[in-house]
T-cell receptor
């Protein structure tokens, strides 16, 4: 079963704008990971944030984690048409050696 | 290093048949996990192998099975295929497993059951 929901389910923005996606989960976690998927292909890892971290940056990506609210957000700044993809959060639950994925956000960046 | 490879990339089968999918992890990675992705259920964990042993299993029927070889390559098998098994099957590898580190995914095998 899926860990939780991502919000929004779909997002359409113009190039240069920022995109924010939110993820909620239900259990205690070791880490939370964000992945990108283009058109039903394989998943590409974007960033991993551990349960004792609150914020992490990687290039144009900023991820926050609030373990008290069991939520995370992914911010993509200055978006590009090439960022068009589906974005998934995935949690690594304590004691379970598997990723539990959210439902995903479909991002469309208009050139 | 070469990435995770999966073969075949596309497969068409009919109900009742069986299928075997293959995954070659990144060199040196000992953990291989399998996931099923469908439009209705999303991404769901099937099982994880580490050093030839199944360490964890998702909530799938016994028709889904897997194994891992001494070179860390992994195969998954689905017997008595059903229409609902049509999906993108993804494998992922890492050194120690998803609990502690990034997973590296292959391009997937798209299975269509007719």
């Amino acid at each position: 079963s899926q860990q939780g929901e991502e919000d929004p389910q779909a997002l359409s923005i113009q190039e240069g704008e920022n995109a924010t996606m939110n993820c909620s989960y239900k259990t205690s976690i070791n880490n939370l990971q964000w992945y990108r998927q283009n058109s039903g292909r394989g998943l590409v890892h974007l960033i991993l944030i551990r349960s004792n971290e609150r914020e992490k940056h990687s290039g144009r990506l900023r991820v926050t984690l609030d373990t008290s609210k069991k939520s995370s957000s992914l911010l993509i700044t200055a978006s590009r048409a090439a960022d068009t993809a589906s974005y998934f959060c995935a949690t690594a639950d304590m004691g379970r050696r598997a990723l539990t994925f959210g439902s995903g956000t479909r991002l469309q960046v208009q050139p | 290093k070469a990435g995770v490879t999966q073969t075949p990339r596309y497969l068409i089968k009919t109900r009742g048949q069986q299928v075997t999918l293959s995954c070659s992890p990144i060199s040196g990675h000992r953990s291989v996990s399998w996931y099923q992705q469908t439009p209705g259920q999303g991404l769901q964990f099937l099982f994880e192998y580490f050093s030839e042993t199944q360490r964890n299993k998702g909530n799938f029927p016994g028709r889904f099975s897997g194994r891992q070889f001494s070179n860390s390559r992994s195969e998954m098998n689905v017997s008595t295929l059903e229409l609902g098994d049509s999906a993108l099957y993804l494998c992922a590898s890492s050194l120690e497993g998803a609990a502690v580190e990034t997973q590296y995914f292959g391009p997937g095998t798209r299975l269509l059951v007719l």
